[in-house]
């Protein structure tokens, strides 16, 4: 396929595309085998689960049919990469094209899909909070419970929610198999070094007869740990972890009804304290032993969801699903100046920290009627409703920093599929309704202490979406074409909490108004015997969008213009019945405005996008009952808005690039469970993150080293 004259893309990363459109042609010519189920590698799995996604069309859909950019990433993927690390983003950078580079923090700045936010679901609940993003919603749950994840790049009319990058859903497990089975799960994690020590304990029952139950309990523990030159890295990351899940099902008839509860707990660190690094030298933030005076690091995340469907109403399918989820995140303290107050302290000597809450309620209800009327014609139809209430508050001082945001949102949607042949169309309409409401509150004295008004906005929106899949034949190619427009809040409480200006009420913030997506895309897909590839080109653009910009360490909201255009390639080829290549490219090149009603001449910067991206991946059974997996990871150099300035900001970002490999090997045993090798930063590379080195706002505080080598031996059995 060939790339269009604003999307360039390296030589060397043309070439690997190329290679792999080659192997997949040798292989459609040639096909393989089919494996031993006992040999089958992780990304190779012929299931029809695997190939069938919910998400981008609230029904159970061929991923072949679905006109657009569909990842999915399988139960045993995640089991295999889980030998390595158990950080979900770094996840998602090895299987989904678009998404950035991961932080391996508990905050998730900067990890975006295709230069956007993405919405985060489990099960279909929204985990991500678009009314204050705290960069913290990417740890909810435990891998071990996962079945699989599915990833829809790019706005998404179907979910909306604020689905204005795409959607990442993670579909948690139930049990399949009649009987009672219990499963055990140990990690022990090293890097060879003090303070570097993890280690994992997991328990899992699952039982099916009339009534099928799963039930989920974990911990993990991890210390500091330390770069590839052996400093100590700093203290954001994750200390300890617990989830308790439990899912409960009943199938009569044609009909079902579950219920899910799940609670995920996160800590950082009480007894360590941050050393600022050295930027100009390349020293990176390390820690050393200390108390802190504030409350540590947390996350605590809590989902619920009740769901009936039936499988024969009306001659269509219907579904319901109830939904709770409550969010919390303590964030690092300090005697930070956004936070002082001479009414309180003298200047500069009040400690003072942030935590996020947010509380959400809805439903999400759809009835799939297909042959309405006429063979091939398929009705999709329901509504959505969502209600958010989020605030930010200071621990210390019990002082509000963001009032209390209550958020409805309604939307009514409709979808028409016809397929004749070859040929799928789908369009779609989505009307959304929102309504914010904010009381009379205070700012903070560092803004000046200004009253704001209270008040509600309201939005309506029509959301389109509409694309066709057209599938050459036998031959086992595809080719797709959609547009999808997306709709979501921009971060009001970033807004609201930085009003300056005296008489500002929340009626006439022009900020306010919601953020409009549109998503054109054109793809290119063959699946064959033993390989399968796809490459596509999209352009997404926002009139409205929203852009932080830093100064002076404070964060404000621009509405300007964002437009993101890009090109991703994924490719993979089992040569024999043992073996798997595969390979990921993604190049996201996204321009905004440095100020409304100007040019786009600035660079997205890292708390946008990533850079380009090359993953790739080999698998190999080299005995029966043993497999290893190799991912080799390249992000190519990024030097953007050299000479641009926001105010007296430097809004240069320059990032060197590095490249890191993981390894792991497995082996099933008859009788002693399933062992397992895990090598995270194979060659311990010493390097400093993607999002610590590019952002143009960082300090010597937050320069972060990624981890170096790490060893982590597991074992799992079932019994």
């Known amino acids: 396929m060939r790339a269009c004259p604003c999307l360039p893309f390296s030589s060397t990363a043309a070439a690997v595309a190329g290679l792999l459109c080659l192997m997949a042609l040798n292989a459609q010519a040639e096909p393989a085998t089919q494996p031993n189920e006992a040999l089958a590698l992780p990304a190779a799995s012929s299931q029809e689960l695997e190939r069938v996604v919910v998400t981008a069309t609230r029904g159970a859909k061929a991923v072949e049919k679905i006109p657009g950019a569909i990842s999915i990433i399988s139960a045993q993927e995640i089991r295999q990469q889980g030998l390595v690390s158990e950080d979900p983003s770094q996840l998602l950078v090895l299987k989904v094209p678009g998404y950035a580079p991961a932080r391996q923090k508990m905050s998730n700045f900067g990890e975006g899909l295709r230069g956007r936010n993405a919405l985060l679901l489990l099960d279909g609940i929204p985990q991500t909070n678009p009314l204050r993003f705290g960069g913290r919603e990417g740890y909810f749950a435990d891998p071990m419970m996962v079945e699989r994840v599915e990833v829809v790049s790019g706005a998404s009319a179907a979910q909306g929610m604020g689905a204005t990058g795409g959607i990442i859903n993670t579909i948690t497990r139930r049990a399949q198999v009649e009987g009672t089975r219990h499963t055990l799960d140990f990690k022990l994690g090293s890097q060879g070094h003090a303070d570097s020590s993890s280690w994992k304990a997991g328990y899992m029952l699952e039982h099916k007869s009339s ?85 540590p690091l947390r996350n605590r995340v809590r989902s619920a969801s009740f769901e009936w469907s039936h499988a024969d109403l009306a001659q269509g399918v219907a579904s ?9 995140a303590v964030y690092s303290g300090g005697v930070i100046g956004t936070f002082q107050d001479a009414k309180i302290a003298p200047l500069n000597s009040l400690v003072d920290q942030s935590e996020i809450e947010a509380e959400k309620w809805g439903m999400r209800a759809s009835w799939v009627r297909p042959d309405l009327g006429l063979t091939g014609l398929e009705l999709t139809a329901g509504v959505d409703l969502l209600n958010d209430t989020s605030s930010q508050r200071l621990t210390q001082t019990g002082r509000v920093w963001v009032p209390p945001l209550q958020y409805r949102s309604v939307a009514p949607f409709t979808q028409l599929e016809y397929e004749q042949g070859p040929l799928t169309v789908r369009g779609g309409l989505r009307s959304e309704h929102t309504r914010l409401r904010v009381d009379d509150y205070q700012t903070l004295a560092f803004y000046g202490s200004r009253q704001v008004e209270g008040g509600e906005r309201k939005a309506e929106k029509l959301v389109k979406s509409l694309g066709a899949v057209w599938r050459f034949g036998q031959s086992g190619w595809s080719s797709f074409v959609s547009y999808n427009e997306g709709f979501g809040p921009p971060d009001v409480g970033l807004i609201l909490r930085a009003v300056k200006t005296a008489g500002s009420s929340v009626g006439n913030l022009v900020d306010l108004q919601a953020i409009v997506t549109d998503n054109r895309e054109l793809g290119l897909a063959w699946r064959g015997a033993s390989a399968s590839m796809s490459a596509s080109l999209y352009r997404s653009h926002s009139d409205f969008g929203s852009q932080i910009v830093i100064t002076n360490g404070v964060g404000t ?93 430097s809004l240069e970002e320059r990032f060197d690039g590095y490249t890191l490999a993981d390894l792991s090997i497995s082996w099933q045993t008859a009788s002693a469970g399933e062992w397992g090798l895990g090598l995270e930063n194979l060659f311990n590379r010493a390097y400093i993150t993607y999002y610590s080195q590019a952002h143009y706002a960082g300090s010597d505080d937050d320069y972060y080293a990624g981890r170096g080598r790490t060893a982590t031996l597991s074992w799992r059995r079932s019994f």
């Not at 910067?605 to 059974?621: D, H, I, N, T, Y």
């Open 320 to 328: 319901l699903q109830l939904f709770k989820q409550s969010f919390s």
């Open 557 to 649: 909201v621009q509405r300007v213009p964002i437009e993101v255009e890009g090109f991703e390639f994924s490719g993979e080829w089992r040569p024999t019945a043992a073996t798997h290549l595969s390979a990921i490219y993604a190049r996201t090149r996204g321009q905004t405005a440095s100020a409304p009603n100007q040019p786009l001449n600035l660079e997205l910067g890292a708390r946008s996008q990533g850079p380009e991206k090359l993953v790739l991946g080999a698998g190999w059974a080299f005995a029966p009952n043993w497999r290893t997996q190799l991912y080799v990871q390249h992000l190519l150099p990024r030097h953007i808005n050299a000479g641009k300035l926001a105010g007296t900001t």
């Open 211 to 295: 009534v099928d139950v799963l039930a989920y309990l974990g911990t993990r523990s991890q210390d500091l740990g330390v770069d590839g030159s052996g400093r100590l890295l700093a203290t954001e990351s994750l200390h300890s972890a617990n989830d308790a899940f439990l899912k409960i099902g009943h199938d009569f008839g044609p009909q079902r009804v579950q219920l899910m509860l799940n609670q995920f707990r996160a800590e950082g660190f009480d007894d360590w304290v941050d050393v600022p690094g050295k930027r100009a030298a390349g020293l990176s933030t390390t820690a050393k032993p200390g108390s802190l005076p504030y409350d």
